[in-house]
C-alpha cells in the first residue's frame, strides 16, 4: 500500500516499513543483488541518527594503517565521508549493475534497511554491523529541518503537528522509527558478536571509549592512545563541518553535501518541538520501549 508522505508525495508500505519509492527499489534491488562477505562491515541507522559521523569513524578506523590519520592528506579530508562508504539501496537504486565487489577490502557499507528486510547473504554470513540509534526526538528534528532545507517549496505547506503525528503512527519515512531500533537492539543481545548496538548519544559523551569498543568489535583494537583522539578529532562535527569540501557541492542524488551537517547536538529537539509534540513522541517511544530507565533518559 501506499499514502502521501510528508518531503515526498507517496510512500510505500513493504514488509512493515515505509519507503519513498526510490529507497523500496534499491532495497529490492539489494535483496536480490547483494551477495555479503564474511568481511564486510556494515553500518545501519534510521535516516538522520548520525550515518555521516559514523560513517567517517569507521573508515579512519578500519584504515588507519593505510591512512595515518596524522599524515595531513587523509582521505575525509579531500573526500564526503557518504562518497568514501556506499549507501547500499541508495546505490542500488541509482546503478542498479554497480559492482560492489569492487570495493576495497574489508568492505564498509551503510544502510537504513530494517533487520527483516537484510539480504539473506548478510543474515548468514559471518559479516558485522555496527547500529546506531539516537533519541526520535533528535532525529526526527534533525529530518524535519534536512526536508525543509532540501525541498523547501514542497514542505512549506506541511504542519509539523501533521508530520509528528505521521512519525509516531510510524507512517514517515524508513518507519516506525522505533520497530527499526528494537529488531537490532534484540539482535545486539542475541549475536553480540555480529551485532553491535551504539547511540548518538554515548558517542557524543564518550566518544574515543566508543571508537575503542567499536575497535574491539571489528576485531582492530588500538594499542596507541593518541591514534584513537585522532580519529576522534578527524571526524568530530566541527572538523568535517568546516572542511570546503563538506561546504559546498552535491552528492550524485542531488543532495546538497552541506545538508549533512546542521547541529551536532544532543537535546536540541527542544529548539523545534512544542511541550505536547515533545509529549506525543515520547508517549510512542513509552508504548513501544516500555518505562525503563533507558527509556526516561531518552526523554530527556
Ligand atoms: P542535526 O540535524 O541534529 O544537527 P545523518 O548523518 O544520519 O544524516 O545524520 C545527520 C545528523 O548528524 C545531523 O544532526 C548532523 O548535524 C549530525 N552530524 C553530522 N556529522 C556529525 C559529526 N561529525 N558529529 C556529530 N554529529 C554529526
Known amino acids: ?9 507517496q510512500i510505500y508500505q513493504f514488509q512493515g516499513r515505509w519507503h519513498t519509492e526510490a529507497l523500496l527499489q534499491g532495497i529490492l534491488t539489494c535483496q536480490k543483488h547483494f551477495e555479503a562477505k564474511d568481511s564486510d562491515i556494515i553500518l545501519v541507522t534510521n535516516p538522520k541518527s548520525g550515518t555521516t559521523w559514523l560513517k567517517s569513524l569507521l573508515f579512519a578506523l578500519i584504515n588507519r594503517h593505510k591512512f595515518p590519520v ?10 564526503n565521508p557518504h562518497l568514501l562508504v556506499p549507501f547500499m539501496e541508495g546505490v542500488y537504486y ?16 551503510n544502510t537504513h534497511i530494517s533487520h527483516l528486510s537484510l539480504p539473506e547473504s548478510v543474515k ?3 559479516c558485522k554491523i ?3 540509534c539516537r533519541n526520535p526526538k533528535d532525529m526526527f528534528v534533525s529530518l524535519w529541518h534536512f526536508g525543509k532545507k532540501l525541498a523547501p517549496q514542497e514542505t512549506a505547506d506541511y504542519p509539523i503537528e501533521k508530520a509528528v503525528e505521521a512519525f509516531c503512527q510510524g507512517k514517515f519515512i524508513g518507519g516506525p522509527f522505533w520497530d527499526h531500533v528494537l529488531e537490532y537492539w534484540y539482535e545486539s543481545r542475541k549475536n553480540p558478536n555480529k551485532v553491535l548496538f551504539v547511540t548518538y548519544e554515548e558517542l557524543k559523551k564518550q566518544t574515543g571509549d566508543m571508537v575503542k569498543r567499536m575497535a574491539e568489535f571489528l576485531g582492530c583494537g588500538f594499542t596507541a592512545e593518541e591514534e584513537v583522539s585522532e580519529i576522534v578529532n578527524l571526524c568530530s562535527f566541527e572538523s568535517l563541518s568546516s572542511l570546503e569540501i563538506n561546504r559546498q557541492g552535491k552528492l550524485p542524488n542531488g543532495i ?20 505536547s509534540l515533545a509529549d506525543a513522541i515520547d508517549r510512542t517511544t513509552e508504548e513501544k520501549f516500555g518505562s525503563s530507565d533507558n527509556v526516561q533518559k531518552i526523554k530527556q
Not at 546538497?256 to 511541550?275: M, P, V
Request: net charge negative; aromatic share 14%; charged share 25%.
Open 1 to 9: 500500500p501506499s499514502e502521501k508522505g510528508w518531503l515526498v508525495s
Open 70 to 79: 596524522s599524515s595531513g592528506d587523509h582521505p575525509l579530508l579531500v573526500t
Open 94 to 109: 541509482e546503478s542498479p549493475d554497480f559492482d560492489f565487489s569492487l570495493l576495497p577490502f574489508p568492505r564498509l557499507m
Open 124 to 126: 548468514s554470513s559471518s
Open 130 to 132: 555496527v547500529y546506531c
Open 256 to 275: 546538497e553535501i552541506n545538508a549533512f551537517f546542521r547541529k551536532g547536538e544532543t537535546g536540541g529537539w527542544r529548539d523545534t518541538l512544542s511541550e
